[in-house]
T-cell receptor
Framework: RKEVEQDPGPFNVPEGATVAFNCTYS??????FFWYRQDCRKEPKLLMS???SGNEDGRFTAQLNRASQYISLLIRDSKLSDSATYLC??????????????FGIGTKLQVIP | DTAVSQTPKYLVTQMGNDKSIKCEQN?????MYWYKQDSKKFLKIMFS???????INETVPNRFSPKSPDKAHLNLHINSLELGDSAVYFC???????????FGPGTRLTVT
């Protein structure tokens, strides 16, 4: 089983729709979780961290389910500018105090007019 | 005001050649990384340096050799390039213990 798994999509949704992505991870000792966004032919950029209690940033909501080992990202009122690939990032190990992250393959979102 | 920069942005070369990619960050971070993103868009960590010390070295052919002359720079040298090395290579930096990584714009390497 891969350390981090995502449905690569693409998810094609109309403007204004609500869309949700899930990401599962295999290492139950994972400590930190993030969503990054990558536009076509660009570098990944942090979208938001995922906290145990869930967190919201505007139209974006991230949640963590440790029991089932997955994180989710919900986007409400989708905009054309939300079209991108959303990368799930999990920190499965934390050896020696140094950060090591594992990226999922990403879920491609295409918002259509 | 570039935070993480890489040169070159594009690199086209023939099999068997040796090439280098340079990375610099002006964020004052103490940890830097090299990632490879292949044609399937999978982003995989290759190396990580903290204060010029190698701390992560994933299963990467020894044709790849990172070098960190100081904590603001992390270069990647590749010997005897192969077709399978074609990919986008991203440099990133972060503060140790912090979670947000800042990525450079990427170097698109094509080996012919």
């Amino acid at each position: 089983r891969k350390e981090v798994e995502q449905d690569p999509g693409p998810f094609n949704v109309p403007e204004g729709a609500t869309v949700a992505f899930n990401c599962t991870y295999s290492n139950s000792a994972s400590q930190s979780f993030f969503w990054y966004r990558q536009d076509c032919r660009k570098e990944p950029k942090l979208l938001m961290s995922v906290y145990s209690s869930g967190n919201e940033d505007g139209r974006f909501t991230a949640q963590l389910n440790r029991a089932s080992q997955y994180i989710s990202l919900l986007i409400r009122d989708s905009k054309l500018s939300d079209s991108a690939t959303y990368l799930c990032v999990v920190n499965p190990r934390y050896s020696g105090g140094y950060q090591k992250v594992t990226f999922g393959i990403g879920t491609k979102l295409q918002v259509i007019p | 005001d570039t935070a993480v920069s890489q040169t070159p942005k594009y690199l086209v070369t023939q099999m068997g050649n040796d090439k280098s990619i340079k990375c610099e960050q002006n964020l004052g971070h103490d940890t830097m990384y090299w990632y490879k993103q292949d044609s399937k868009k999978f982003l995989k960590i290759m190396f990580s340096y903290n204060n010029k010390e190698l701390i992560i070295n994933e299963t990467v052919p020894n044709r790849f050799s990172p070098k960190s002359p100081d904590k603001a720079h992390l270069n990647l040298h590749i010997n005897s390039l192969e077709l399978g090395d074609s990919a986008v290579y991203f440099c990133a930096s972060s503060q140790q213990g912090a979670h947000e990584q800042y990525f450079g714009p990427g170097t698109r390497l094509t080996v012919t």
